[in-house]
């Protein structure tokens, strides 16, 4: 990235109430666009495709995993539930299976009952309108409006991540604590209207190129909080646990406890819990994933 890049293109006095001009707003759009078209993600498999349900799976996977993570797993996820119907209908446990090495498997449930949802619900048609797509499970108010954009192209506003982070880089020079509140008008005020899907592309893969050139801005939003390290989480135990049950008939709480060499107290806490969400079943033996 050129150094220009690493300086706010349109710094904002954190007292200044107007919004920027239209002329600042189209050097800001140019300068993106400019950068996504010589540096953008272009070679995304999700990105060649507008089908609906694709584009689901792939905004699912993305909430909370490395895109290279992503990029392994999801034609392999396709290729084994191709379309809603195939989703729906397949075991919970091998949907749970084909989901491990992404992490936080509670995505892989909602993603199965979303597809029921869909095929029981709306005749297999995903819903195009965000505030629908947003009562469905796993599917949040940004990651509806992210889907309407990819999916059907639609001039949505809304604000993940990597958009937070560009506009409090731009726009919030010297600021602390922006409230996403803040930064909402000027997502819409940026937004290409014509062709929203692109627009979103640059701006997400020009955010994701500022993490690693500057101090992520994000800290600098009122809603910052940071993630709690993996190793030694129980995080990390659950997804242990689930992968020791891929493929497998049944296995003692006893044998489980001692593979992972926890707290017993801890690991019992972790199985019930795991039951409770609908992710194990209890066998004679002790536990399998449910059906």
Not at 119 to 124: C, E, F, K, L, R
Not at 187 to 198: G, I, K, T
């Amino acid at each position: 990235m050129k150094k220009s890049a690493r300086q706010p293109i349109v710094p904002q006095d954190p007292a200044a109430s107007e919004p920027p001009s239209d002329a600042e707003i189209a050097a800001f759009k140019k300068h993106v666009l400019a950068f996504y078209e010589k540096h953008g993600r272009h070679d995304m498999l999700w990105r060649h495709t507008d089908d609906p349900y694709r584009i689901l799976v792939s905004e699912i996977m993305l909430q909370q995993t490395q895109v290279g993570r992503v990029t392994e797993k999801y034609p392999e996820f396709i290729a084994a539930f191709p379309d809603f119907a195939a989703l729906a209908r397949a075991p919970q446990s091998t949907v749970v299976a084909a989901w491990q090495g992404m992490g936080y498997n509670r995505r892989a449930l909602a993603l199965k009952r979303c597809a029921e949802n869909v095929v029981g619900g709306y005749g297999g048609a995903l819903p195009r309108d965000p505030a629908v797509l947003a009562t469905l499970p796993g599917i949040g108010p940004a990651t509806a409006s992210s889907i309407c954009a990819f999916a059907f192209n639609a001039p949505v506003v809304f604000i993940e991540t990597n958009i937070r982070r560009v506009f409090i880089h731009h726009f919030f020079s010297g600021r602390e604590d922006v409230d996403d509140r803040e930064i909402l008008p000027l997502v819409a005020q940026a937004l290409d209207r014509e062709n929203p899907r692109v627009w979103y592309w640059a701006i997400m893969d020009y955010g994701t190129a500022l993490k690693r050139k500057i101090p992520n801005p994000n800290r600098r939003s009122s809603g910052y909080t940071k993630q709690k390290p993996f190793a030694g989480s129980d995080r990390r135990i659950r997804g242990r646990i689930l992968q020791m049950l891929v493929g497998c008939t049944g296995i003692s709480g006893q044998e489980i406890r001692a593979a992972l060499g926890e707290d017993p107290v801890r690991v019992r806490r972790i199985l019930a819990a795991l039951e409770t969400e609908g992710f194990l079943a209890r066998t004679r033996g002790g536990y399998r994933l449910r059906e």
